[in-house]
């Protein structure tokens, strides 16, 4: 298996809503990543994990919260989202935190009303 | 900190046509050099890479060379074809593995 797999592909929810993204892969990798892709912009870097523990969080708003239950998990709860938060997310991850080829997966596109 | 500066186009070549993606970057120390490519509606997959100067990566007929007096990575291709028609990011990561994007080039390719 050498895919990372994201779900759901699509997601609308409202500003009140709770809801989560969900990230896995069965690669035995020890690092994984979320960021954030708007329309027609590069992905920037949310969060980093390495061996199960955040390792860099790039001053994300606390309505975002990542959390790795385990090493081919990684999700990112989503809370009291504002419309600019409308982007694509994508996750990714690589062998070890300083084995910089990332794979990512296809992204969850979150819509917020 | 690190930054990445590529040529934002859109571009538009017809099949066969020689292709062109600059990319220059700013880094502390000796970072690694990435192209990944994005078609429609998909994640992003690794195009090439190179982890030292004059190093050459190259993959499916696209090449780029780290070029460390220029401090530049420019993306190439002698024939492009209509399935090469995506958006090209270029890449750097530096000591702490934090990868940072340039702001991409689409790429479309006319028959």
């Known amino acids: 298996d050498t895919e990372v797999t994201q779900t759901p592909k699509h997601l609308v929810m409202g500003m009140t809503n709770k809801k989560s993204l969900k990230c896995e892969q069965h690669m035995g990798h020890r690092a994984m990543y979320w960021y954030k892709q708007k329309a027609k912009k590069p992905p920037e870097l949310m969060f980093v994990?390495?061996?199960?523990?955040?390792?860099i969080n790039e001053s994300v708003p606390s309505r975002f919260s990542p959390e790795c239950p385990n090493s081919s998990l990684l999700n990112l709860h989503l809370h009291a989202l504002q419309p600019e938060d409308s982007a694509l997310y994508l996750c990714a991850s690589s062998q070890e935190p300083w084995a910089n080829v990332l794979t990512f997966g296809a992204g969850s596109r979150l819509t917020v009303l | 900190g690190n930054s990445v500066t590529q040529m934002e186009g859109p571009v538009t070549l017809s099949e066969e046509a020689f292709l062109t993606i600059n990319c220059t970057y700013t880094?502390?120390?000796?970072?690694?050099l990435f192209w990944y490519v994005q078609y429609p509606g998909e994640g992003l997959q690794l195009l090439l890479k190179a982890t030292k100067a004059d190093d050459k990566g190259s993959n499916k007929g696209f090449e780029a060379t780290y070029r460390k007096e220029t401090t530049s990575f420019h993306l190439e291709k002698g024939s492009v074809q209509v399935s090469d028609s995506a958006v090209y990011f270029c890449a750097l990561t530096g000591y702490n593995n934090d990868m940072r994007f340039g702001a991409g080039t689409r790429l479309t390719v006319k028959p």
């Open positions: 880094a502390t120390g000796y970072p690694s």
């Open positions: 994990y390495s061996y199960e523990k955040l390792s």
